[in-house]
């Protein structure tokens, strides 16, 4: 089964603080992405990684970096966290093997609150 | 750019069928996919079906795929409290969109 990690469950910043987002997966999955989901918007992709060192914009990459130094970890960056920031943020990959069939597989996601 | 629309809420009695829709507007996925998410946990792969099946079938979970209206369903037969979860479609290829999701409650 693949696994998927996030770090945190939970984190509580305040507003203009650095947070790092961790994200490890276990199954040598070549893609990995980070969302984030809000109520009565659904899941928005942020940014998403194809390879080590690659990184591509997603959806709403504003105030978001991300990191990917190793295959398996992907960081999501906030330089400065916003209270707009606030959300569950959730990690997937996907294996680039069948490049038709591709389904994400997740992680059970990290609340983000940023006071 | 790609765009999937579902209905927001279905309420069901424990032991009926639930039918959940999605429409989408991109055509040129391969895979179409049901994910289901339980309270305070990530995305979970249900099923997907392949663009040239009209159907598959896997348990108590049936999928309906009218690709000429672009219209997919998650049929759950018996359904059970436990299937009480928010359940989203998704279409595309390595970046896949999603709906916004169809909160399922399931009631004794």
């Known amino acids: 089964d693949v696994k998927v990690t996030q770090s945190s469950r939970y984190l509580v910043k305040r507003t203009g603080e650095k947070v790092f987002l961790e994200c490890v997966q276990d199954m040598d999955h070549e893609n990995m992405f980070w969302y984030r989901q809000d109520p009565g918007l659904g899941l928005r992709l942020i940014y998403f990684?194809?390879?080590?060192?690659?990184?591509e914009k997603g959806d709403i990459p504003e105030g978001y970096s991300v990191s990917r130094e190793k295959k398996e970890r992907f960081s999501l960056i906030l330089e400065s966290a916003s209270t707009n920031q606030t959300s569950m943020y959730l990690c997937?990959?996907?294996?680039?093997?069948?490049?038709?069939?591709?389904?994400?597989?997740f992680g059970n996601g990290t609340r983000l609150t940023v006071t | 750019g790609e765009d999937v629309e579902q209905s927001l809420f279905l309420s069901v009695r424990e032991g009926d069928s639930s039918v959940i829709n999605c429409t989408y507007t991109d055509s040129s996925s391969t895979y179409l996919y049901w994910y289901k998410q339980e309270p305070g946990a990530g995305l979970q792969l249900l099923t997907y079906i392949f663009s040239n099946m009209d159907m598959k079938q896997d348990q108590r979970l049936t999928v309906l795929l009218n690709k000429k209206d672009k219209h997919l369903s998650l049929r759950i037969a018996d359904t059970q409290t436990g299937d009480s979860a928010i359940y989203f479609c998704a279409t595309g290829y390595s970046t896949l969109t999603f709906g916004k999701g169809t909160m399922l409650l399931v009631s004794p």
């Open positions: 990684s194809y390879d080590v060192k690659m990184k």
């Open positions: 997937a990959s996907s294996s680039s093997g069948d490049r038709d069939n591709s389904p994400l597989h």
